[in-house]
């Protein structure tokens, strides 16, 4: 009897070390996998698994993945640098309750096919509706601005001054005051002040709806929500 304890906990033994040091390479080579289907790619991408205990893992679930990248593309983002947290992981169904993160210099497609240059865009909730804010530079807002109102009317924008708390000034044959506000489609716009001029400057696609615009350190901060609930596949 006592061997067949012995046998008994030898084995057990052998599974936990297994758990321990094989479980996080095995759920770290099914993120990557994963990653892949859903098409994110990367010059460079690094993963790390996590659970307490350590046997979840085997059973499928870890409390966090870890995401390092540079150079990568995530939906209709592509980012210089990125990290990002999934917490709660089904690592079977390629499910996550939340995300946390932050990628940095990314550029954003737009709806229309054009794209946005962000200094960086954090992301913070649920993987359905995460929390987004986006920093942009007064460059690229006098560039989308520019490039707006020349569609619209030939004129070129110059003189571009942003102000708190939604302010924004700027001469196209006229000098103009405005704000930043949001469009019923959900794109960002600028209102004149005055009459009922409105320029549209940005159209997100649909997984990133926009629910503010504000200036902040000479800065255009855009809040709004997206989903990544297909990160993982």
């Known amino acids: 009897m006592r061997g067949c304890l012995s046998v008994l906990f030898v084995a057990l033994g052998l599974v936990l070390l297994a758990a321990w040091f094989g479980g996080p390479t095995l ?3 099914v993120v990557e996998r994963s990653l892949d289907g859903a098409g994110f790619v990367a010059a460079d991408r690094s993963v790390t698994v996590s659970a307490d205990p350590a046997l979840e893992i085997l059973a499928g679930h870890a409390d966090r993945v870890t995401i390092h990248a540079s150079m990568a593309t995530v939906r209709d983002l592509t980012a210089a640098r990125l990290v990002l947290t999934l917490s709660d992981v089904d690592l079977i169904a390629g499910r996550f309750s939340r995300i ?22 954090t992301l913070r909730g649920p993987a359905g509706a995460a929390t987004t804010t986006v920093h942009i530079d007064k460059t690229v807002v006098e560039a989308l601005l520019g490039e707006a109102i020349r569609r619209q009317t030939g004129l070129s924008v110059s003189g571009l001054t942003l102000g708190e708390p939604d302010r924004i000034r700027f001469t196209a044959g006229l000098t103009i005051s405005g704000r930043f506000a949001l469009g019923p489609d959900g794109s960002l716009v600028i209102a004149a002040t005055s009459g009922d001029t409105r320029f549209t400057v940005f159209q997100p696609n649909p997984d990133l709806r926009l629910t503010s615009a504000a200036v902040s350190g000479g800065q255009l901060i855009m809040t709004g929500t997206i989903d990544l609930t297909d990160l993982l596949r």
């Open 27 to 29: 759920a770290r080579a």
């Open 100 to 121: 946390d993160g932050q990628l940095d210099d990314v550029v954003i497609r737009s709806a229309d096919g054009s794209s946005v240059r962000a200094s960086s865009l």
